[in-house]
């Protein structure tokens, strides 16, 4: 009986190795856009991330662009991209997240996640962007920065004057696939 125990033990500690390390970066309950459904971030703890806080009225809005195209390139391979909508910088996405939904729906056919409206910078950031800048050392310094997050949690700023479907950024996406 002693030696069954200890096996369950065992077995129970491996199943649940994992899931310590998604609390550390991703155990985080997200609300979707326009929506009252939450998701935990936790979904995504076995894919290669790039998590983007986006904004429907930037000179950089065209990069939802890249993201659809590397979304639909790499999503079989485990990669996913995630979109916070934030009004941090000049107050460039709506304050409705219903138009900010049709919006990149109807302009840019975007497929991949979208989160609620938030603050990604500060003490008022959402918990996932602040456990992003706590791990990383650095916030987003404008609409569609980028963090690119391997498997193993490890994580890279990407500027937001890097186009996300750059040759650079597809070849650092291929190598974590």
């Not at 995504?44 to 904004?55: F, Q």
């Not at 939802?64 to 079989?76: A, N, R």
């Not at 941090?88 to 409206?117: G, H, I, M, N, R």
Request: proline share 3%; hydrophobic share 35%.
């Amino acid at each position: 009986m002693k030696i069954l125990s200890l096996l369950f033990l065992f077995a129970s500690s491996l199943v649940f190795a994992d899931d310590s390390s998604c609390k550390n970066l991703l155990d985080h309950d997200v609300r979707i856009l326009a929506s009252s459904d939450s998701e935990n971030l936790c979904a995504y703890n076995d894919k290669v991330i790039m998590a983007v806080n986006v904004a429907s009225s930037c000179g950089f809005t065209y990069q939802y662009e890249g993201l659809e195209k590397i979304y639909d390139k790499y999503k079989q391979k485990g990669f996913i991209v995630l979109g916070f909508p934030s009004r941090d910088f000049l107050y460039q996405e709506f304050k409705d997240e219903d138009k900010t939904k049709e919006f990149c729906k109807t302009t840019y056919d975007v497929s991949f996640p979208l989160f609620a409206t938030s603050k990604v910078r500060g003490d008022r950031a959402n918990s996932f962007y602040k456990n992003l800048a706590k791990n990383s050392g650095e916030e987003p310094s404008w609409n569609f920065s980028k963090y690119l997050i391997s498997k193993n949690g490890d994580i890279e700023l990407i500027p937001h004057t890097t186009n996300p479907d750059s040759p650079e950024v597809m070849k650092k996406i291929e190598a974590l696939l």
